[in-house]
């Protein structure tokens, strides 16, 4: 099986090629950071225009790439939400137009399975796992039992953790996208320096909690000498920033493997996926919490866990493998929780 994936739903463009041999083709991925970076963040109708700009080369490079042509596809899938609704509208029409065009078989991709799965691509992880999933606008914990089948562990109250280290980042200065510039200021910090909260540490459950810590760091950031941060000052306030993060994340963690193993007592592997879980000093934190829980971690290469289309187009060989397709009528959608019996939180 050969698909087609597309992503659209934030600010990468991204076309790619894969099978079902767990081979990428192709994976193209157009960043639209320099047209959002004097607003400091995404603005949905400049990502919207610059998807419909650039999209159909892409498409067409990554064919070239891949040495395949339309027709020889098995099919075509389109991240179909949640996200900004005009980039995701620009997917799913290039998507249907080329289905029908070429008579295949059209996948809505859910863009938090996409991200879900990425482990099957890259590791060939088996049903069920223990997923972390960290990216700019969700936050969870899930029981991944299969396609389509997530039972929500834990979620956050308030703010996803990627937003938290964009929002930090923006509080010290460090640009737009955050999460990679907080990593590389917090390199050479002192974690020990500030004395930051870890919200919800040691409570029942496995949600999660990130505003506290964020109003935390803006006011130890106002508690440095007015002007420009010392370059000390801002390597230690990043690093005592992601510790906290960290913390949080190992312990929320920790609650959701006990959760975890009371419905799935054999099942050993942990998966973090999502935009955040490119971080290195995150990804050792959650080695120690997997090790000693007698689990195994499985992180996917950093590109695979920013927003891709490898991730659209291997979700989509997951649907068509047991036959879901979609139709042309399907509505793309701003929301669409992987576990729908999950309550809001
Ligand atoms: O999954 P993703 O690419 O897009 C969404 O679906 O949201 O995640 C983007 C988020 C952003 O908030 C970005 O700051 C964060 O992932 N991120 C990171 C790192 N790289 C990206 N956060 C912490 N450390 C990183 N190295
Ligand atoms: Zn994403």
């Not at 992880?125 to 396609?147: D, I, K, M, T």
Request: net charge negative; proline share 6%.
């Amino acid at each position: 099986m050969i698909v087609l994936g597309i992503e659209t739903s934030c600010d990468e463009t991204a076309a790619a090629v894969v099978t079902d041999a767990r081979v990428i083709r192709a994976s193209l991925v157009l960043s639209q950071l320099e047209q959002h970076r004097p607003f400091g963040g995404v603005v949905p109708e400049i990502a919207a225009r610059a998807h419909l700009d650039h999209l159909d080369r892409l498409v067409r490079e990554a064919l070239d790439q891949a040495g395949v042509g339309l027709a020889e596809l098995d099919g075509i899938a389109a991240t179909g939400g949640p996200g900004l609704i005009g980039g995701v509208i620009v997917g799913v029409t290039m998507g249907k137009a080329l289905a029908l065009a070429h008579d295949r078989p059209f996948v809505a991709v859910n863009h938090l399975e996409g991200h879900a799965l990425t482990c099957r691509l890259t590791d060939d992880v088996g049903f069920p796992y223990l997923l972390l999933l960290v990216s700019g606008g969700h936050s969870q914990l899930l029981a991944v039992e299969g396609v389509g089948r997530y039972v929500r562990l834990g979620t956050t109250i308030d703010d996803a953790v990627g937003e938290a280290f964009d929002k930090v980042a923006k509080m010290l200065g460090l640009g737009f996208p955050g999460g990679p510039a907080v990593e590389a200021a917090a390199r050479d910090g002192d974690p020990a320096r500030f004395d930051l909260p870890r919200p919800l540490r040691g409570r029942p459950g496995a949600d999660f909690s990130f505003s506290g810590l964020k109003t935390a760091v803006r006011l130890a950031a106002e508690g440095l000498p007015p002007g420009d941060f010392a370059p000390r000052d801002l390597a230690d306030l990043a690093a005592s920033f992601q510790a906290a993060v960290g913390d949080v994340l190992a312990d929320r963690t920790a609650h959701a493997i006990a959760q975890f193993r009371s419905i799935h007592p054999a099942a050993r592997s942990l998966v973090v996926a999502g935009g955040v879980a490119a971080n290195a000093a995150l990804r050792a934190r959650l080695n120690e919490v997997a090790a000693s829980h007698d689990m195994r971690l499985i992180a996917p290469p950093p590109r695979l866990c920013t927003d891709n289309a490898a991730m659209i187009a291997w979700a989509g060989i997951e649907r068509l493998r047991l036959g879901l397709i979609d139709r042309l009528d399907f509505a793309p959608r701003p929301r669409w929780p992987l576990d729908p019996r999950a309550e809001a939180a």
